[in-house]
Every structure is written in C-alpha cells, then in structure tokens.
C-alpha cells in the first residue's frame, strides 16, 4: 500500500517468526515468514491505491470491523497482539497453513 499518510509509530507490538513448509506454501518452496507488527497512530495525509503495485484499493477499516472481512490469517496475529499488548511480544500460536489462507 502507498499512502501520502503521516504516521507515528507509538509501540512495537510484537514479531511472529514462522517456517511454512513446502507443502502449505502457496509457491510450492519451504520459507521463513516473518511478520513485525506495531501500532500507528495517523497524523494526517490521504490514502492511496500503490501505483504500479499490487493494492488496487486501499481503505482504513476499523479494528471491530477487521474479524468480518475475508483476510490474511497473519491479520489475526497483530490483532491479537493489538488487543492483548503482551508485554513479551509474543501471543499464542495463530495457525496460517500458508500466508492467504482464510
């Protein structure tokens, strides 16, 4: 995502370091995937789609609106990171079986 957004970045809220094995990988080759998750706060600017890339949208959904949506199950680990701000960073395993599953 592109954004003209000024944000500060008020915490770290955690890292989620995991293997995907071949086999639940959508590219069909064992990686490391390693998700940093912080909190932001918007300072100001406007969102915007990335031009030449991959966001066609981009949008600001609210957090109690987030569990609705289809999305990356990675989403459900900063949620619960951002939900509980586990003062080691880490929450319980949040099972992803590749990085778009739903």
Do not use: K
């Amino acid at each position: 995502m592109s954004s003209a957004n000024s944000l500060v970045v008020e915490r770290l809220l955690g890292v989620d370091s995991r293997v995907i094995p071949a086999a639940e990988a959508w590219s069909g080759a064992e990686h490391q995937n390693v998700g940093i998750f912080y909190q932001v706060r918007i300072t100001g600017g406007t969102l915007r789609p990335e031009v030449n890339g991959s966001v066609a949208e981009s949008v600001w959904t609210p957090i109690p609106e987030v569990a609705r949506l289809c999305r990356s199950s990675l989403v459900d680990v900063g949620l619960a990171l951002a939900q509980t701000l586990p003062a080691t960073g880490h929450v319980p395993y949040v099972p992803v079986g590749g990085l778009i599953q739903h």
